[in-house]
C-alpha cells in the first residue's frame, strides 16, 4: 500500500534560516508521482511542485529546491532563506500512475514556523 | 474563472441533520475528487469523478455520503444524519484531462468546514 511519511511534525526557524522538510514514500508501483503542498493558515493547499519517478533531477524554483533520491524514497524540499510568509503547514503527497484515479495519499504534514 | 469554488465555506448542524456542499472546479478540468481533512492530518481520499461519472470510492465514504457530478460540472457532497465524527474540513480538487503516461496536478478549493454538535 502507498504511504507517505513526514516525520517532522512541527519545525520552528529564525527568518533566513535554511530549513529541509523531509518525505519517505512507500509504493509498489514503478511508476509514481510526487507532490508538495502548501497550507497557509488560510486552509487553502497550494500546488507547489510534481515530480514523476523517472526523472530524479533536482529541481530549484527561486527559493525552493526538492531532491528526490529514489534509492531512498526520499522527496525532501528546501527553502533557502526563509521568510516569516513561508510559515505554514507543508503536505508531502504520492500518486500511483495505473489507469486509475491517480488520487492523493499525503502525509500528516509538517508545521513551519519562521520567526522574524 | 479563477480556481476552484466551495460553498458554503463553514457549516455548522446538530447531529442527524442531513448537510450538503458544494463544489465548482476549473472549467476545462474533466476530473474532480473529494477529499476529507481532520485536525493534525493531511487530506484523506473520498470519492473521484471524471467527467459525470463517480470511478472511486473510498472505504471512508460510508452509506451515509453521497456525491453526484450532474453533466460533468459541478459536484455535491451530501452527508445523512451527520455524526459528531464527520466534524472535518471538506475538500474538493480539480485535474485536467490526464494524457498516456502524465499526471496533472490536482487544485484544491477553500474547503468546507463543517461541525456537527
Known amino acids: 500500500a502507498q504511504k507517505v511519511t513526514q516525520a517532522q511534525t512541527e519545525i520552528s526557524v529564525v527568518e533566513k534560516e535554511d530549513v529541509t522538510l523531509d518525505c519517505v514514500y512507500e509504493?509498489?508501483?514503478?511508476?509514481?508521482?510526487l507532490f508538495w503542498y502548501k497550507q497557509p493558515p488560510s486552509g487553502e493547499l497550494v500546488f507547489l511542485i510534481r515530480?514523476?519517478?523517472?526523472?530524479?533531477q533536482n529541481e530549484i524554483s527561486g527559493r525552493y529546491s526538492w531532491n528526490f533520491q529514489k534509492s531512498t524514497s526520499s522527496f525532501n524540499f528546501t527553502i533557502t532563506a526563509s521568510q516569516v510568509v513561508d510559515s505554514a503547514v507543508y503536505f508531502c503527497?504520492?500518486?500511483?500512475?495505473?489507469?486509475?484515479?491517480?488520487?492523493?495519499?499525503f502525509g500528516k504534514g509538517t508545521k513551519l514556523t519562521v520567526n522574524p | 474563472d479563477t480556481g476552484v469554488s466551495q460553498n458554503p465555506r463553514h457549516k455548522i448542524t446538530k447531529r442527524g441533520q442531513n448537510v450538503t456542499f458544494r463544489c465548482d472546479p476549473i472549467s476545462e478540468h474533466n476530473r474532480l475528487y473529494w477529499y476529507r481533512q481532520t485536525l493534525g492530518q493531511g487530506p484523506e481520499f473520498l470519492t473521484y469523478?471524471?467527467?459525470?461519472?463517480?470511478?472511486?470510492k473510498s472505504r471512508l465514504l460510508s452509506d451515509r455520503f453521497s456525491a453526484e457530478r450532474p453533466k460533468g460540472s459541478f459536484s455535491t457532497l451530501e452527508i445523512q444524519r451527520t455524526e459528531q465524527g464527520d466534524s472535518a474540513m471538506y475538500l474538493c480538487?480539480?485535474?485536467?484531462?490526464?494524457?498516456?503516461?502524465?499526471?496533472?496536478?490536482?487544485?484544491f478549493g477553500p474547503g468546507t468546514r463543517l461541525t456537527v454538535t
Open positions: 480538487a480539480s485535474s485536467g484531462k490526464r494524457l498516456a503516461g502524465s499526471s496533472y496536478e490536482q487544485y
Open positions: 469523478f471524471q467527467n459525470e461519472a463517480q470511478l472511486e
Open positions: 509504493t509498489r508501483d514503478t511508476t509514481y508521482y
Open positions: 515530480r514523476n519517478s523517472f526523472d530524479e
Open positions: 503527497a504520492l500518486s500511483e500512475w495505473q489507469g486509475g484515479s491517480e488520487k492523493l495519499v
